[in-house]
T-cell receptor
Framework: DTGVSQDPRHKITKRGQNVTFRCDPISEHNRLYWYRQTLGQGPEFLTYFQNEAQLEKSRLLSDRFSAERPKGSFSTLEIQRTEQGDSAMYLC????????????????FGPGTRLTVL | GEDVEQSLFLSVREGDSSVINCTYTDSSSTYLYWYKQEPGAGLQLLTYIFSNMDMKQDQRLTVLLNKKDKHLSLRIADTQTGDSAIYFCAETPHSSASKIIFGSGTRLSIRP
């Protein structure tokens, strides 16, 4: 396993269009996270899954955003009716929690999908 | 509240030590982290410290935690050009054992 992968790496879309991003976590990891990073800022938490269950959502995640992890493996993040303010880098991370993993919840990040909304 | 603050820029001479500072607001944070982000690359966890520790050393990296002042620092000894990157301080807040709250990042540049 080479780490967390995200697809596409770049997406340019027009305002009002829908976009979907995919994240493939490290295979044995049970948690998957989505973050958003704008220029000059640190990543901001959006949501996370434990296996297929979505357990926490940030107030940043408006009703235009939806995330799924149907089989507890890969995840998709969809943004409907995109707005220029949605332009950002969308980061996915995964971690292994429980068992012998330790409590530090080390999250491994993917390279991100850069979204530009024109 | 949950907030992490750090200075935006740091410039050091090659071979000197770099010290990046961070303050946080959640006194009940469990873990604190330092991440590194290089252009075009993903975030890489450099090191972390549990909240009941004062110091952690890992090769050229030394993390100091002052819980009373809610201050975290990262010292990089013998700074090299390959250390040029943005360094993010981050915490796991007490309110959620899962998400990580990041600072805005400190851009470290190395002078020859």
């Amino acid at each position: 396993d080479t780490g967390v992968s995200q697809d596409p790496r770049h997406k340019i879309t027009k305002r009002g269009q829908n976009v979907t991003f995919r994240c493939d976590p490290i295979s044995e990891h049970n948690r998957l996270y989505w973050y958003r990073q704008t220029l000059g800022q640190g990543p901001e938490f959006l949501t996370y899954f434990q296996n297929e269950a979505q357990l926490e959502k940030s107030r940043l995640l408006s009703d235009r955003f939806s995330a799924e992890r149907p089989k507890g493996s890969f995840s998709t993040l969809e943004i409907q009716r995109t707005e220029q303010g949605d332009s950002a880098m969308y980061l996915c991370a995964s971690s292994l929690v429980g068992g012998s993993a330790g409590g530090q919840n080390e999250q491994f990040f993917g390279p991100g999908t850069r979204l530009t909304v024109l | 509240g949950e907030d992490v603050e750090q200075s935006l820029f740091l410039s050091v001479r090659e071979g000197d030590s770099s010290v990046i500072n961070c303050t946080y607001t959640d006194s009940s944070s469990t873990y604190l982290y330092w991440y590194k982000q290089e252009p075009g690359a993903g975030l890489q966890l450099l090191t972390y410290i549990f909240s009941n520790m004062d110091m952690k050393q890992d090769q050229r990296l030394t993390v100091l935690l002052n819980k009373k002042d809610k201050h975290l620092s990262l010292r990089i000894a013998d700074t090299q050009t390959g250390d040029s990157a943005i360094y993010f301080c981050a915490e796991t807040p007490h309110s959620s054992a899962s998400k990580i709250i990041f600072g805005s990042g400190t851009r470290l540049s190395i002078r020859p």
